[in-house]
């Protein structure tokens, strides 16, 4: 935990409110998301119980596995969650658009929109991803057959599930970690998983305190549980005796629909109080700005799903079960890479962010009171335009001299740090000498060289492009990590 989230986290405690942590909002919000619902059997590895689906708050379909044990209702619960699912996907494959790659010589074709799933915490994203374990690898014939819509159900959340690991991606996102991206709240980052204590924190009903309303949401008979997992007081006086009351029906068809429409009611009304929450969680989100750079986020995640759909119109088969030396590789490298520059994007976008590296002497803000724009640099074989300036701030520097910094607010440019002198009262004095940006004169564009005056945040961090790794093709996998695999990945035994 962060010096300042935990700043926050007292004084959500002092306030009995969550606090504010971001000034915008750091992920993309869907004009029109697919809000799953899940829940699971208690003691059963991952058996779908029922799942609540829509994409709008009055829009949502009920979807009930009576008895989880049985195979063949489940995927028949699989098959139906697949006409949900699959229809909503499809519907972003529609307008494209040009993208000039490989300096506008060539382009390619990238779909306008892509799907966004939202389920109400990180356990939502666990069932989606062993559901898509289990069912991307069926087929319609043979021993067991499935719809042949199960399998593409399988593929598709297992797409979403790994984007849901790539830092920034907004395709699944799972509403607790959404909000505590956002907000800090005076309870344990496990107690934030709950979603009704959550919002309690972050928005707790007239006359009532953050505390308050998490111990209320506690309560699983006022307030039933998120899921994917049911309250086990639920599960021994209520969904046991349904289930039971259903395979006791056997073939009278009147008692078995009677049996049905009771579990029906039982799994609606645990979920319902969820799916308005969910709804309301995304209303506090959508009230704050997007930051610049979500846009951005949000394109990767448009490429990510354009390439998957381009993937499968190939004929191209279901992921792996285990990923190969040089494709785990690669992906942990994705990955790493992803995470940096997400770091970076969020600290660039928002003050609040950015202040936690202040604190590290990563990042100062301070005020210009000095500046030469038209200072020409001619120590080198062509004179070049170098401005200085003199930026005085309070802030602890941790920069060396002849760090390369750069500034949120032109991000183009850069600033060589040319001398650092401490002076009374515990300010900072730092000349940096500016290249870039300015235009390709010996007189800088105007706005592009800070004014005297101005007050400005430069930072270490950058975001530059940083060229992909070298890795091997697969056939060539060293000794060391297993050689080159036997048979083609992802073929299933």
């Known amino acids: 935990m962060s010096t300042l989230r935990a700043l926050a986290r007292a004084q959500a405690v002092a306030a009995g409110v969550a606090q504010p942590v971001a000034t915008v909002r750091h992920l993309h919000l869907s004009t ?101 374990r289990s069912t991307r690898f069926r087929r319609p014939d043979g021993d067991y057959p499935v719809h042949p819509s199960v399998p593409l159900l399988g593929r598709w959340l297992t797409f979403l599930a790994e984007r849901a690991e790539h830092p920034g991606s907004s395709a699944l996102v799972a509403l607790t970690d959404a909000l505590t991206l956002h907000w800090a709240t005076g309870q344990s980052a496990v107690e934030d998983q709950h979603l009704p204590a959550l919002l309690g924190w972050i928005a707790p009903p007239a006359g009532s305190t953050g505390p308050q309303a998490a111990a209320h949401a506690e309560d699983p008979l006022r307030c039933p549980p998120a899921g994917p997992t049911t309250d086990p007081d639920f599960d021994n006086r209520l969904l046991g005796p349904a289930i039971e009351a259903y395979a006791a029906a056997g073939d009278d068809e009147v008692a078995r629909a009677g049996a049905y429409a009771e579990l029906e009611k039982l799994l609606r009304d645990q979920l319902a109080p969820t799916w308005e929450l969910v709804w309301r969680g995304l209303g506090l989100l959508r009230a704050l700005p997007p930051g610049p750079r979500v846009a951005g986020r949000w ?98 520097v941790g920069v060396p001299v002849g760090a390369t910094l750069s500034s949120p607010v032109r991000p183009a440019q850069k600033a060589r740090v040319v001398f650092v002198t401490r002076v009374a009262e515990g300010h900072t004095e730092v000349v940096l000498e500016l290249s870039g940006g300015m235009g390709r004169g010996r007189k800088a564009t105007p706005g592009s060289v800070p004014l005297v005056g101005e007050r400005l945040c430069y930072t270490a961090l950058s975001d530059a492009y940083l060229p992909a790794a070298d890795f091997p093709a697969v056939e060539e996998t060293p000794w060391t990590h297993g050689g080159p695999p036997p048979s083609p990945a992802g073929t299933a035994t």
């Not at 300096?103 to 074709?109: E, P």
């Not at 448009?302 to 285990?322: E, I, M």
């Not at 190969?324 to 690669?330: I, S």
């Not at 942990?332 to 770091?343: F, K, N, P, V």
């Open 32 to 132: 029109r998301p697919l809000v799953l619902v899940p829940l699971a059997m208690a003691g059963e590895a991952n058996a779908p119980l029922a799942v609540l689906a829509g994409t709008a708050p009055g829009d949502a379909r009920l979807l009930v596995v009576p008895q989880p044990r049985n195979r063949d209702q489940r995927f028949a619960f699989a098959a139906e969650l697949a006409g949900i699912v699959l229809p909503y996907v499809d519907a972003h494959r529609g307008a494209n658009e040009a993208v000039p790659v490989d300096r506008g010589r060539d382009v390619r074709l990238r779909y306008l929109d892509a799907p966004q799933v939202v389920v109400p915490n990180t356990a939502g994203v666990t069932f989606l991803r062993l559901l898509g």
């Open 299 to 396: 394109d990767a995640d448009r490429d990510a799903f354009t390439a998957y759909c381009d993937h499968l119109d190939a004929d191209g088969g279901p992921q792996p079960r285990v990923d190969g030396a040089v494709a785990a590789a690669q992906r942990l490298h994705r990955l790493e890479r992803a995470a940096a520059s997400y770091a970076v994007q969020r600290a660039f976008d928002d003050p609040l962010v950015m202040a936690e590296h202040r604190l590290t002497g990563e990042a100062f803000v301070g005020d210009v009171t000095l500046a030469d724009p038209d200072r020409i640099d001619d120590s080198g074989k062509r004179a070049v335009l170098r401005p200085r300036i003199q930026v005085v701030t309070a802030d602890p």
